[in-house]
């Protein structure tokens, strides 16, 4: 890898953090229902951008870093759940894992099947065993409110991607 892609990798982790946290901490203070169960929140949309665009082990890094700084940012009184953070994780690997194994062709199949995969086993199976703790059944609601948010999510990212220019800073188009 030239030290310039090296670089663009570093700096694109880094915004994809800053991006999933500054998400993620706007739409839980605006967009949030029933005392954190249901929150209309887009923080996956970069999660899910870097696993499809760097891979599992770079889109688990951004799911893990941006829900521990999102939660060490946040004026919360309980400690991290890890299995949340683990699902967080999760949709990070799982997207990079749709994009390197099921439809390695890039474009719209590609984010469509990563997103999809990565909702599926990050936020509709493990983050609701890990806030099962905290809201018991009432955390398997959760699944069908993300049967919603998935797909508009899986939309805003393929309009984003879509962007030439968009990709190409993210390093998604083959072009330089």
């Known amino acids: 890898?030239?030290?310039n892609e090296k670089i663009r990798k570093?700096?694109?982790t880094a915004m994809m953090i800053a991006l999933s946290v500054i998400i993620g901490m706007f739409c839980k203070t605006f967009l949030n229902f029933g005392?954190?169960?249901f929150r209309v929140t887009f923080e996956n949309i970069p999660i899910i951008m870097s696993g499809i665009i760097m891979g599992p082990?770079?889109?688990?890094?951004?799911?893990l870093a941006s829900d521990l700084l999102s939660y060490f940012l946040s004026p919360q009184a309980y400690p991290p759940n890890l299995i949340v953070t683990l699902g967080a994780t999760m949709v990070g690997v799982m997207s990079g894992l749709g994009s390197r194994l099921i439809v390695r062709k890039k474009g719209r199949a590609q984010i469509i099947v990563s997103g999809a995969?990565?909702?599926l086993v990050g936020s509709m199976i493990i983050k609701p065993i890990g806030l099962y703790q905290?809201?018991?059944?009432?955390?398997?609601?959760r699944i069908p409110f993300y049967l919603v948010i998935a797909p508009i999510e899986i939309a805003l990212i393929c309009m984003l991607l879509s962007r030439r220019g968009f990709a190409r800073v993210v390093g998604y188009c083959d072009t330089q």
């Open 134 to 141: 905290y809201y018991q059944a009432m955390t398997f609601l």
């Open 117 to 119: 995969l990565a909702h």
């Open 10 to 12: 570093i700096t694109t």
């Open 35 to 37: 005392a954190g169960l």
């Open 57 to 63: 082990f770079v889109g688990g890094a951004v799911g």
């Open 1 to 3: 890898m030239r030290k």
